[in-house]
């Protein structure tokens, strides 16, 4: 003989005036940031060169950034250590054209005085491509918000679009908040990091709606704040799997990946967090505050199977023949 026992029903929407407060303080913290300190642009975006050095022993950052001075053009260079104190990273406004020979070949006659220094890497990005890859950044997040805001107006309801929205926008700039709060360059690969972040809070968002729209038709509830509590109750062991396994992931790519990764893991680590928290106290919640009615919604699915049946009821009549 088999038991069958109820699931817990956990009571998530207890603390939802709370989970608002910190959203808020987290959202309107990192419009501050982005506001004072802004973002780090990389060459990708902001246009320039990057220099990688590797010395054979400890570089001698003074001596370099001497060097630098010496030239004109490369006075306002910036140097720093990458990984390792045998790493280094050069970065100025500038390319081959503006010094007029190649840049390579100027930092290695520059650096003859330093030490056994080897050029590992020289990647230029002129002004007007930075400027053309940053409007094309923006507009990849626009569109990724339009097309959500379309599929989920589609599969469910407006107002599971709009929440939804909310909560991928929610993200994003909590996100960029870090981003700026830790002076991470922002690149390509930063650009990939938070589309991804999208993604992920994305479809963590629609297996719960998902739930709560199955929820709507099978449970006896008629409150929303119970229906949704069931739903996140249900999703609950998966939401901690699965978030819980891709954070250990991405923190082990974080601590052991080196200084090439760390800026994407590092926004990785920051939306894995954040958009298992949108998805449970900022989604859900705007269902309850944009006035979604659990019998409106009801009636609208009877509607719709009503239409379909007599639809289908029209189709076998006119397969007969009687029509």
Do not use: C
């Not at 990724?144 to 805001?149: E, N, Y």
């Not at 929610?170 to 690969?189: C, K, R, W």
């Not at 760390?262 to 954040?274: A, D, H, K, T």
């Amino acid at each position: 003989m088999q038991i069958f026992t109820k699931a817990r029903v956990y009571d998530f929407m207890k603390l939802k005036i709370t989970s608002v407060i910190i959203s808020a303080i987290l959202f309107f913290g990192s419009i501050f940031l982005l506001a004072t300190k802004g973002l780090n642009y990389g060459i990708d975006f902001s246009g320039g060169t990057l220099i990688q050095l590797r010395y054979d022993e400890k570089a001698p950052l003074d001596k370099i950034r001497d060097a630098f001075s010496a030239n004109e053009m490369l006075k306002n260079a910036s140097v720093t250590e990458f990984g390792s104190d045998r790493e280094v990273v050069v970065r100025f406004s500038g390319s081959s054209s503006d010094i007029g020979t190649d840049i390579g070949a100027v930092a290695k006659e520059l650096l003859k005085d330093t030490g056994n220094v080897e050029i590992r890497r020289v990647d230029i990005v002129g002004p007007k491509v930075g400027g053309e890859l940053r409007e094309k950044a923006l507009m990849a997040i626009l569109i990724s918000f339009g097309a959500v805001l379309i599929y989920i107006a589609l599969r469910f309801e407006w107002r599971f679009a709009l929440a939804a929205v909310i909560s991928e926008i929610h993200d994003v700039v909590i996100t960029l908040g870090a981003i700026s709060l830790f002076a991470i360059d922002v690149n390509l690969d930063t650009l990939a990091a938070v589309l991804t972040v999208l993604g992920y809070s994305l479809n963590d968002t629609i297996i719960i709606f998902d739930r709560i729209r199955e929820s709507i038709t099978t449970s006896k509830r008629n409150d929303i704040n119970g229906i949704i509590n069931e739903s996140v109750s249900a999703t609950l062991s998966r939401t901690i799997l699965t978030s819980g396994s891709t954070f250990i992931v991405v923190f082990i790519l974080y601590m052991f990946g080196g200084d090439m990764i760390n800026g994407f893991s590092f926004i990785l680590m920051v939306g894995v967090l954040i958009g298992t928290f949108s998805s449970v106290y900022t989604a859900s919640p705007f269902l309850v505050w944009l006035k979604f009615s659990v019998d409106e919604y009801r009636a609208k699915l009877g509607e719709k199977a009503k239409l379909k049946k007599e639809r289908e009821r029209e189709r076998a009549m006119y397969e007969k023949g009687v029509v």
